[in-house]
């Protein structure tokens, strides 16, 4: 039996007469990982013994005491959702504090990436890890073309890299913020000027 949150408790009626009480259908949403569910998948997981009318008919009863809410679809297709107050629409509190990470990589550590237990941050690290190196070696090209040395040599390559790939990331740092200064302020206020109306 899940343990409720309090503010769902309070509002279910503490009937227990019926074939199929609003506990048990709030139970099972709120323990599966689905955050939408149908009359008929919500029926095969409470007990397909009772019908669909009986599970619609808590589903009301729980939409009215405003612990469920429903989105009706084209050709007469009705989502139920736990009508969470703390986060908006359909999203659970944790799964919105889930969301709230800008980045996989912010919860992506040290103890994770040795022992591959997270698998989207370490695929964004790779991911970033493969666009950089594409980066990097469009640099080299470029570099080779103009006959200009690399910023950084090292007497081991990974260590030459290493720096190289570092100084490529500081520009690309640098280059947008500038850019993002650019679309917030214009070119003006990119660049800082003095004030010539300011008294000295």
Known sequence: ????????????????????????VVEVMVESDRPFFSVQQLRSRVSPTVSKE????????????????????????????????????????????????DSPLETLSLADFLRLRNP???RTLVLAGLQLSLVLFAVGVGLIVLS???PVEASHGLLGAAGNLFVVCL??????????????????????TPNRFEPK
């Open 171 to 192: 520009v690309l740092l640098g280059a947008e913020r500038l850019a993002r200064a650019v679309r917030d302020d214009g070119v003006s206020g990119a660049v800082p």
């Open 54 to 101: 009986t599970v619609r008919n808590r589903l009301d009863e729980l939409r009215e005491i405003d612990v469920v809410a429903a989105e009706t679809y084209p050709e007469t297709i009705t989502l139920y959702y736990i009508n969470h107050p703390e986060s908006p629409w359909p999203i659970s509190p944790a799964g919105q504090r889930a969301l709230d990470h």
């Open 1 to 24: 039996m899940a343990t409720l949150p309090t503010w769902i408790d309070e509002r279910l009626d503490p009937t227990l007469d019926k074939k199929l009480t609003q506990r048990h």
């Open 148 to 150: 200009i040395d690399a």
């Open 120 to 122: 989207a941050g370490i």
